[in-house]
């Protein structure tokens, strides 16, 4: 290889970056563009021909690159730093941590309800039935399912209630 060609790529450099960093917006991919463009011309000096653009070969390396970093990034979607992102989708841990223990809370006060209390409100609000269904499962008329309801209610709502609140009796449904 050349060495002359290697000292032209060196002071091409600071122009490399300028384009690099027009194409990419960001330092550091323009960076690692500029190292891959130039790993790419050194790699390929010999099919470099003496007398023509050194620049414009070396920018039609880097946009070809750079087409090609961008085909390849599209379906994974556009790249965002993670410091620079607020509302990241997930788990939020102290939600989930909360929701564990109101939901073992409400698991310990459904026991301490009448067996009678504890089925509707299980088909109702965690199974999601009519009042119509829970009357026709439990054989019972559906009146009586939402008089069992509104009472467990009630009594969820005093065992739930911390100290000194006041519940205001509402449990699904």
């Not at 091409?12 to 790993?39: H, I, K, N, W, Y």
């Not at 087409?67 to 841990?93: N, Q, S, Y």
């Not at 009678?116 to 088909?123: A, G, I, K, N, T």
């Not at 009472?151 to 000194?164: D, E, F, M, S």
Request: net charge neutral; aromatic share 4%; with cysteine.
């Amino acid at each position: 290889m050349n060495v002359d060609i290697r000292l032209q790529v060196v002071t091409m450099l600071p122009r490399l970056r300028r384009f690099a960093l027009s194409l990419t917006g960001s330092r550091d991919r323009a960076d690692d563009l500029v190292q891959a463009t130039c790993e790419r011309a050194l790699r390929s000096a010999g099919n470099w021909e003496p007398g023509t653009r050194l620049d414009s070969w070396l920018y039609r390396i880097m946009q070809n690159l750079w087409i090609d970093e961008i085909r390849k990034a599209k379906p994974r979607g556009t790249e965002v730093p993670v410091d620079e992102v607020h509302d990241l989708a997930g788990e939020d841990g102290e939600r989930s941590a909360l929701a564990r223990l109101s939901m073992q809370q409400i698991l310990r006060a459904l026991e301490q309800l009448p067996s009678e209390q504890r089925s509707v409100v299980s088909l109702v609000c965690i199974e999601d039935m009519s009042y119509r269904e829970v009357a026709d499962i439990l054989a019972i008329p559906m009146g009586t399912v939402m008089s069992r309801l509104s009472r467990a209610r009630t009594a969820l709502g005093a065992l739930l209630q911390p100290a000194g609140g006041a519940a205001d009796g509402r449990l699904g449904g």
